[in-house]
Nanobody
Framework: QVQLVESGGGLVQAGGSLRLSCIAS????????MRWYRQAPGKQRELVAG???????NYGDSVKGRFTISRDNAKNTVYLQMNNLEPEDTGVYYC?????????WGQGTQVTVSS
């Protein structure tokens, strides 16, 4: 079992920045990948960014060049640095851990970007 707790969301103006954190209840050892997703009202959940156990990263097309995913193994924490935010980035941001064939989700944190 892995419990995930996201934090760092809030209200920000367009062009601003936020850093989201996702703290895992156990070490990242054995976890294949960590990912951030988001879901806007009335839309499907979409992949924002991911980082593998070897440190490889990938990003959704709409956030490339603006968002950066990173992790701190000592703190069991994954971060999502979001810069130059746009109103279209508004949504609930979720953290997911992939551990073998199992997936674990956090409860989400709300990000609202005003124009």
């Amino acid at each position: 079992q892995v419990q995930l707790v996201e934090s760092g969301g809030g209200l920000v103006q367009a062009g601003g920045s936020l850093r989201l954190s996702c703290i895992a209840s156990r070490s990242f050892f054995g976890i294949n990948a960590m990912r951030w997703y988001r879901q806007a009202p009335g839309k499907q959940r979409e992949l924002v960014a991911g980082i593998t156990s070897s440190g490889n990263t990938n990003y959704g097309d709409s956030v490339k060049g603006r968002f950066t995913i990173s992790r701190d193994n000592a703190k069991n924490t994954v971060y999502l640095q979001m810069n130059n935010l746009e109103p279209e980035d508004t949504g609930v941001y979720y953290c997911k851990a992939i551990f073998g064939l199992r997936e674990y989700w956090g409860q989400g944190t709300q990000v609202t970007v005003s124009s």
